[in-house]
């Protein structure tokens, strides 16, 4: 069972792995150009949209995850 101490360590790496997801796709013309042509028009434009919100969560995800590891504050395995 996950506790809240588990859930609070893992928060920031889905947090960088979000912005890094994102990130990357906008980033990569090969794959902007595949999301533009499976995806609809709404849903490209939402993503295209997120691109701010990808690099902030990129750049708060990485910070928060190290301060994470770096104080020690990893939980208690197993869940």
Same mark, same amino acid.
């Given at each position: 069972m996950m506790n809240?101490?588990?859930?609070?360590?893992l928060f920031p790496f889905? %947090? /960088?792995g979000y912005g890094a997801l994102i990130t990357v796709v906008l980033n990569i013309p090969q794959l902007e150009k595949?999301?533009?042509?499976?995806?609809t028009q709404e849903m490209y434009g939402q993503l295209k949209a997120h691109? %701010? /919100?990808a690099l902030?969560?990129?750049c708060v995800g990485a910070v928060w995850s190290l301060q994470n590891?770096?104080?020690g504050s990893a939980p208690?395995?197993?869940?």
């Open positions: 809240i101490h588990t859930l609070d360590f889905f %947090v /960088l595949l999301a533009s042509e499976k995806f691109r %701010v /919100l902030v969560c990129l590891i770096w104080a208690i395995f197993p869940f």
